[in-house]
T-cell receptor
């Protein structure tokens, strides 16, 4: 299976702490993307890291990619209650020109306690 | 949720009925996708479309059908052949890929079979 695996499945921390989520995958990829989903809602794109990149930052988010280990991590610094959500990594493969397939992990449910 | 709308938000279906889920985007995206999400799970690809009048099966296409008569619209029909249709359905779209690209998601439709 191409599906990524996320670790941990659930994470509960205090507001202000950092949260780290990990994603592992099995085959070569074009890029890896992280999405957030609030309960019962659609997914919101957070950050995309290409296969030739090792680290990207966006605000309080930091993503790393290690293609030799086929793994990625998402770090959220100085967490806030509003960060409470499920976080998914998605590995991207081109299927035909103009479209790419995203293979999603099962997600990490993050709870920020006030 | 960007410029993608899905309707209805909630849908109830009796066994044996076909139902159609709507997805419309005003982002001028070429590619569109349908995903299914089961509780506590990641997303699985049902169908995708690169251009008008063309679409391809994803990983779990059995029991579903789609059409792409307009660039802006990509409706999904859940047929009576789908054995377990109760799920959360998400539509997404993306630009013609010239490299890695982001998918933008709609707010989803929750389908329940009575």
């Amino acid at each position: 299976s191409q599906q990524g695996e996320e670790d941990p499945q659930a994470l509960s921390i205090q507001e202000g702490e950092n949260a780290t989520m990990n994603c592992s995958y099995k085959t070569s990829i074009n890029n890896l993307q992280w999405y957030r989903q609030n309960s019962g809602r659609g997914l919101v794109h957070l950050i995309l890291i290409r296969s030739n990149e090792r680290e990207k930052h966006s605000g309080r988010l930091r993503v790393t990619l290690d293609t030799s280990k086929k793994s990625s991590s998402l770090l959220i610094t100085a967490s806030r209650a509003a960060d409470t959500a499920s976080y998914f990594c998605a590995t991207a493969f081109f299927i035909i020109q103009g479209a790419q397939k995203l293979v999603f992990g099962q997600g990490t449910r993050l709870t920020i306690n006030p | 949720d960007g410029g993608i709308t899905q309707s209805p938000k909630y849908l109830f279906r009796k066994e044996g009925q076909n139902v159609t889920l709507s997805c419309e985007q005003n982002l001028n995206h070429d590619a569109m996708y349908w995903y299914r999400q089961d509780p506590g799970q990641g997303l699985r690809l049902i169908y995708y479309s690169q251009i008008v009048n063309d679409f391809q099966k994803g990983d779990i296409a059995e029991g579903y059908s789609v059409s792409r008569e307009k660039k802006e619209s990509f409706p999904l029909t859940v047929t009576s052949a789908q054995k377990n249709p109760t799920a959360f359905y998400l539509c997404a779209s993306s630009f013609w890929a010239r490299g890695a690209d982001t998918q933008y998601f709609g707010p989803g439709t929750r389908l329940t079979v009575l």
